[in-house]
């Protein structure tokens, strides 16, 4: 009775707070070779504190610049935009999302706004380009970095950092434990990625940073020639990753979200210790039918 065990295996997971669309993902969870994971609100809790704001053109006052990084990205949902709009407002600048024209997102880059008349662009060191500028970077090793162009010219400089959830080290040597290999791939920069390494007690087997969206999913193909692979993801820019993958995971999907979610196997939570949980379950529930 293959049917009923598998339905009784998918109310299993559910109740644990994972919704399993199907017994194929099951059987695949079963036989997961890799897990990968986002960084950015999956490994870490995806709440940056801005540790850093510079300017560094005498042409812009600190308010002046504020004003623009705090209403461009309150038109963004990433999570940095968030703790770059509360930094604004702890120097008592309230964002201005009204007077922000053509505002565009690059997934893994940064943003785009046109305000008071400027072109003002704010990501990471791909940016530069997007504003034209031709001038050799200057490369700032540490934390996640961001950078300001008013125009094709730097005139501010920002640090952000984020810290990795409860749980996080402990599931990753879990799924170790069970002959699972761990990698984590991250549009970020390679020292914020390597500081998540480092809270992890170096579990992860790989770590693959600066990626755009779709070379996080040309790294979902390379892993697949190894066998099943899973992919976990808040869905901010990994969403091409997440259906690259043999099970996509979207984690912290809950209510009216949940209707419109494509991911193949859904977390309710961010608790990402139920990963190595369902794998045990799906271990457990294919050795029953076997
Ligand atoms: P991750 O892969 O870790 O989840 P993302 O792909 O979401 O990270 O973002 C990659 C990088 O792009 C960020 O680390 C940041 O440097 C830059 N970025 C993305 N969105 C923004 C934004 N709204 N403001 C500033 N920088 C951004
Ligand atoms: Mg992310």
């Known amino acids: 009775s293959t049917p009923v065990v598998n339905f009784c295996a998918l109310s299993k997971a559910a109740t ?33 504190v801005v540790t850093n704001f510079q300017v560094i053109s005498d042409d812009v006052s600190l308010n002046a610049l504020l004003y623009w990084v705090s209403s461009i990205e309150s038109k963004s949902s990433h999570p940095m935009a968030a703790a770059l709009v509360e930094y604004g407002r702890q120097h008592l600048i309230e964002p201005k999302p009204e007077n922000v024209e053509d505002f565009q997102n690059f997934p893994g880059e940064g943003v ?17 380009s997007r504003a034209g500028c031709a001038a050799e970077f200057q490369n700032m090793e540490g934390k996640t ?7 094709a010219t730097l005139v501010g400089t920002f640090s952000l950092s984020d810290t990795c959830r409860s749980g996080a080290m402990e599931a990753v040597e879990e799924l ?8 984590m791939l991250t549009g970020d920069n390679h020292a914020a990625a390597m500081l998540a390494q480092d809270q992890l007690g170096h579990a992860l087997d790989a770590v693959h940073a600066e990626l755009l969206p779709e070379d996080k999913a040309r790294i979902i193909e390379e892993y697949k ?12 820019n990994d969403a091409l990753a997440l259906a690259a993958a043999d099970v996509g995971i979207s984690m912290g999907i809950s209510g009216s979200a949940l209707a419109m979610e494509t991911g193949h196997v859904i977390l309710m939570s961010n608790n990402i210790q139920k990963i190595p949980l369902a794998i045990k379950l799906a271990r457990r529930t294919l050795r029953k039918l076997i």
């Open 176 to 183: 170790k434990s069970l002959g699972i290999k761990c990698v």
């Open 225 to 236: 020639k190894e066998g099943p692979i899973v992919m976990i993801g808040d869905g901010i």
């Open 16 to 48: 644990t707070g994972l919704l399993v669309k199907g017994g194929d993902y099951l059987e695949i969870l079963a036989k997961v070779k890799t897990v990968a994971f986002d960084k950015t609100g999956t490994i870490t809790k995806g709440e940056f």
């Open 112 to 128: 785009f706004g046109k305000i008071g008349g400027k072109d003002i662009c704010i990501g990471n060191r791909r940016i530069r």
């Open 145 to 151: 970095n961001g950078y300001i162009y008013c125009g």
